[in-house]
């Protein structure tokens, strides 16, 4: 592995763009109980640097991603070690600009939350924040699966378990960083294999099966992202082991889907409740129902309330008390026009 003396590439992502919140998904997970904090697995921020390690040609290649202090908004890609040639560099800017979605314009999205009440106060609490984009949409099709109904401290113990017996590792400034296991790695396991990382038979045989899939062409997860939103969903629920919320969730993380809703998601559910001040959680009918005013943006609506979690209690406690207010105040106001209709 050669190391590369790193060289800077600028990128300007479309406005609003926020650095920081957009990465906040991926770095720090909500809080867990007594203090603990997740340890990183495949995503870093080192130095004021997000890096990340990504398979290109079939070499592990670290990059590195920061914000331009002279120019908010403004990032720096850095190739840190890899092959050291203009196919890698070009490779990497391409990667950055999907990952960051440094091309959508996110008005249309501001423009239909303004009439939302919970969804205004969040874009101005979140503004800029893009859905980090996966470095391959296999990564997240397995995390996905992985994923499936369990807590997410268990998500990430099995997570790390899974990199640290199948993937790859490059070290730089003498630190390691690890890529997630390549389809190759998985295909080649064994149920028994993947059970002692804690992972469930029937979780094992489909990532196996799915491994082997995109081993042998028989699924092209890459060859999605020019595939209309409604045809990559069909395809990805063909296949055992990826259910509506799998194949929605890679949608929006994967393959830049903009429309997708979760609507079975129990954490989706249980916010919509929250700020919107319903008396129980809501069925995916009625958060279907409340999606229709997000029509073509309900991926962002979708990501900009599960981004809450990621908040302090103190400040969820506080939006919470003023849209109470708020409705209690429009109450009369509703009930003077529903009688004026009746």
Avoid at 120 to 130: I, N, W
Avoid at 147 to 169: P, R, S, W
Wanted: with cysteine; aromatic share 10%.
């Amino acid at each position: 592995m050669n190391s590369l003396r790193p060289t800077g590439m600028l990128l300007n992502p479309r406005p609003p763009f926020s650095f920081s919140h957009t990465l906040r998904f991926i770095l720090s997970p909500p809080a867990l109980p007594k203090g603990r904090t997740f340890a990183p697995l495949l995503d870093h921020f080192e130095a004021g640097e997000y890096r990340r390690v990504a398979d290109i040609d079939g070499q592990p290649v670290l990059y590195g991603v920061s914000e331009v202090s002279r120019s908010p908004g403004s990032l720096q890609v850095r190739v840190l070690a890899g092959p050291d040639d203009a196919r890698t560099t070009a490779t990497v800017r391409s990667l950055v600009e999907r990952q960051f979605s440094a091309g959508l314009d996110l008005g249309a999205f501001e423009r239909a939350a303004a009439a939302d009440r919970v969804l205004s106060r969040l874009v101005a609490r979140f503004r800029g924040m893009r859905i980090p984009q996966a470095v391959t949409v296999f990564e997240t099709l397995i995390s996905a699966i992985l994923e499936q109904q369990i807590n997410l401290a268990f998500a990430h113990q099995v997570k790390k378990a899974l990199i640290d017996a199948y993937g790859e590792t490059l070290e730089y400034a003498g630190r390691r960083y690890s890529a997630f296991p390549e389809a190759a790695a998985l295909a080649v396991t064994t149920p028994r294999e993947l059970r002692r990382l804690q992972i469930s038979g029937p979780k094992a045989r489909y990532i196996i099966s799915l491994s082997q899939a995109v081993l042998d062409g028989a699924l092209d997860l890459e060859s999605l992202r020019a595939v209309e939103p409604a045809a990559a969903h069909e395809r990805l629920l063909g296949w055992k082991g990826v259910g509506p919320w799998t194949a929605q969730y890679v949608g929006m993380r994967a393959l830049g889907h903009l429309d997708c809703l979760p609507a079975a998601d129990v954490g989706l559910q249980k916010v919509i409740q929250l700020f919107y001040g319903l008396r129980q959680r809501p069925s995916p009918a009625r958060v279907d129902k409340l999606a229709r005013g997000w029509a073509g943006w309900r991926s962002y609506a979708t990501f900009y309330l599960w981004l809450t979690y990621w908040e302090e209690p103190a400040w969820r406690d506080g939006l919470v008390d003023q849209l109470r207010q708020e409705r209690r105040r429009a109450a009369p106001r509703r009930a003077r026009r529903a009688r004026h209709t009746g």
